[in-house]
């Protein structure tokens, strides 16, 4: 067993990653943040910089890559190092993706991590609160409408700050969460309408929500220019969500934290006040 105490966190400037950075580092962890642009370079095209991010690294926080595959050969490094323990980031409900384009990269990355001989824990979060602020979807609500092939079919919205304390404890409770798969979602599934709506009263402007097609989406995101394979996964989630197996809520954040999940109210409070939808 690894006597090393450092944590190299991956995706560190990334949303989950800089939260479960600063709360392992309030709570006096040694904390390697690694990413392209982080302090400690990573790249996940780039197998040649593993060793050094990995070198006297006790757990890992495994943001995935894009991509299918090279998570295989980064946990054969970390058991090579040494490394004790990886918390896994996933998505909600990966057992029911079935044949869907979406989510490739998180599958490839659980079958990794499931394989190793270290101690792992996986977590598949839903949707998070912050897309709204910090992702995809702000951009569109700045400018007062968001537009998406979402339909009626709810989601169990998470607040990334419950993912990155339920990692954060995962992290510091060796052993009891070994092999363990938590399934993580907000308190209560809302529709993408009803998420605009909230935002749009919290914060005093006009927004309004606009049911596309999967084929009108498609188009819009690939004139902005992102690529088209990327933009037909991304589509692929919403059918996925349109399934409707996703919709309901688990208590992942009560059995790890001993707590109820935040609310989406209470992140569009905070986020509105903090200014992050003023125009
Ligand atoms: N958004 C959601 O609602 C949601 C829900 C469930 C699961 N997820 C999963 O969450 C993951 C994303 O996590 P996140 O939202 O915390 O991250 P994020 O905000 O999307 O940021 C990505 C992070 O990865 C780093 N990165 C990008 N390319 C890299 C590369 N080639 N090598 C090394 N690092 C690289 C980025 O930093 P640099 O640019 O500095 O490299 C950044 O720190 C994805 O696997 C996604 O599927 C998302």
Excluded: C
């Excluded at 979060?125 to 092939?149: C, K």
């Excluded at 605009?196 to 927004?207: G, H, K, N, V, Y």
């Amino acid at each position: 067993m690894s006597t090393d105490t450092t944590t190299l966190v991956l995706g560190a400037t990334g949303k989950t990653g800089r939260r479960v950075a600063a709360r392992l580092r309030l709570d006096g962890t040694p904390v390697r943040a690694a990413s392209r642009s982080g302090s400690t370079r990573f790249d996940w095209s780039d197998p040649g910089g593993w060793d050094a991010a990995l070198r006297g690294v006790g757990a890992v926080y495994l943001v995935p890559p894009t991509v299918p595959g090279p998570v295989h050969e980064f946990v054969a490094r970390a058991e090579a190092a040494g490394v004790a323990r990886l918390v896994l980031l996933s998505g909600h409900g990966a057992d029911t993706w079935g044949d869907s384009a979406f989510g490739h990269d998180m599958l490839s990355a659980e079958e990794a991590v499931r394989g190793s001989a270290l101690e792992w824990t996986v977590l598949r979060p839903s949707n998070f609160d912050q897309n709204f602020s910090e992702e995809l979807f702000h951009a569109p609500l700045l400018v007062g409408e968001l537009a998406l092939p979402a339909g009626e079919v709810p989601e169990p919205f998470i607040d990334i700050e419950d993912l990155a304390e339920v990692a954060v404890t995962v992290l510091a409770e060796p052993g009891r969460h070994a092999g363990r798969t938590y399934e993580l979602t907000g308190p209560r599934a809302i529709t993408f309408a009803e998420a605009t709506e909230l935002i749009s009263r919290a914060s005093d402007l006009p927004i309004t929500y606009k049911q596309i097609s999967p084929a009108e989406y498609t188009a819009a995101l690939v004139e902005t220019g992102l690529d088209a394979t990327d933009v037909r996964t991304l589509a692929a989630m919403y059918e996925l969500i349109e399934r409707g197996v996703l919709s309901g809520t688990t208590d992942g954040i009560a059995t790890v934290l001993g707590r109820s999940p935040r609310t989406f109210e209470d992140y569009v409070v905070r986020t509105a006040a903090a200014g992050a939808w003023q125009r």
